[in-house]
């Protein structure tokens, strides 16, 4: 029985191994040649104008993987009957969906039915990154979309986890806790509303008192943004949550921490915790081993669950699913 199992855990590895195998960099040089240069154009335009842009792919692309694979299910628009991943409340702040909308409507002229839309978010991601100041590398493509989008999907982790709370999701992607402290590093771009820290300026955890590892003057600078009225997101203020260098990808943001500056509470809570406050220390001390890591981590996000091969599809429109094929009949002859 033990050999059973052990020779059935060596033939899913196997599986995962040649799943990954077939991403490969340069995966549209024949059939797309000028597919990534394409994407780029796209966010280089857009960055041009608004560099928040990279936080908001930063964030599509992680709640895209997260949920059921880098399979662009959160570009999937809802319909009437069905509710799709965008309408979960973890995904009701994401935007940047016309961004990629017209980076595929480029690639549909230059190359119809070839680059999925999934790709289209990872490199456009990594072209952001690059854009903001971050690493540049290099990603394998050839994911394929997947034909499932379901609101009922969506488990992300949320802003107020302890920092084992947190790796349990990021474990069952199977990133380590050194890949989850770097991926948490994207908030060096980017900013939380109100209602996902308020509670920590006043009354945390019901103590009707603010949170002691906050940084006094930010708490009280934070408090007058935000008071302690609830609204709807979209009238809800921000605060960016890396202070200093807010639309660069540094490693400013774990310095931050460490001067008990962390906006979110999972945040703070990396640089406290004893298994995570050594990582956030490297990282902090110096900008190198971050980027070497963020790479690294974003490729590793990139490769989670994809579809390749035949599996999935190539959608036309990043929206909606294609059309089902239509069905041929064969007349027989008398």
């Known amino acids: 029985m033990e050999k059973k199992i052990i020779a059935i855990f060596v033939v899913l590895c196997c599986m995962l191994n040649i799943t990954s195998a077939q991403l490969r960099v340069g995966f549209y040089s024949s059939s797309c040649p000028n597919a990534e240069t394409i994407v780029r154009q796209v966010v280089e335009k857009r960055f041009s104008k608004d560099r928040s842009i990279t936080a908001a792919l930063l964030r599509m692309h992680f709640h895209d993987c997260f949920v059921r694979g880098c399979d662009a299910s959160i570009l999937i628009d809802s319909t009437n009957s069905t509710s799709s991943e965008k309408d979960a409340g973890p995904n ?44 540049k590398y290099d990603v394998p493509t050839g994911r394929r979309d997947g034909l499932v989008s379901n609101v009922q999907d969506v488990n992300l982790p949320g802003p107020s986890l302890s920092v084992p709370g947190a790796f349990s999701f990021f474990q069952a992607k199977k990133f380590t806790l050194n890949d989850m402290v770097t991926l948490l590093g994207a908030h060096t771009v980017g900013v939380a509303h109100c209602t996902f820290f308020q509670d920590r300026l006043s009354n945390f955890q019901g103590t009707g008192k603010p949170d002691r590892t906050m940084d006094r003057a930010l708490a009280a600078r934070l408090f007058k943004l935000c008071g302690t009225q609830s609204r709807p997101l979209n009238k809800d203020p921000t605060a960016f949550l890396d202070q200093g260098t807010s639309f660069t990808v540094d490693n400013q943001f774990y310095n931050q921490t460490i001067f008990n500056k962390g906006i979110l509470q999972i945040d703070q809570e990396l640089a406290l915790d004893r298994s995570t406050a050594t990582i956030v220390k490297n990282f902090a001390s110096n900008r190198v081993p971050f980027g070497v890591n963020f790479a690294n981590a974003m490729i590793k996000l990139s490769k989670v669950d994809v579809l390749v091969g035949k599996a999935g599809e190539i959608r036309k429109n990043c929206r909606v699913f294609n059309p089902p094929p239509k069905k041929t009949t064969t007349r027989r002859g008398f």
């Open 92 to 135: 009701e702040t994401v935007r940047g969906y016309d961004l990629i909308d017209a980076a595929k409507a480029a690639l549909e002229a230059a190359c119809p039915s070839n680059v999925s839309c999934a790709d289209v978010i990872t490199l456009a991601t990594r072209d952001a990154v690059g854009l903001a100041g971050g690493p």
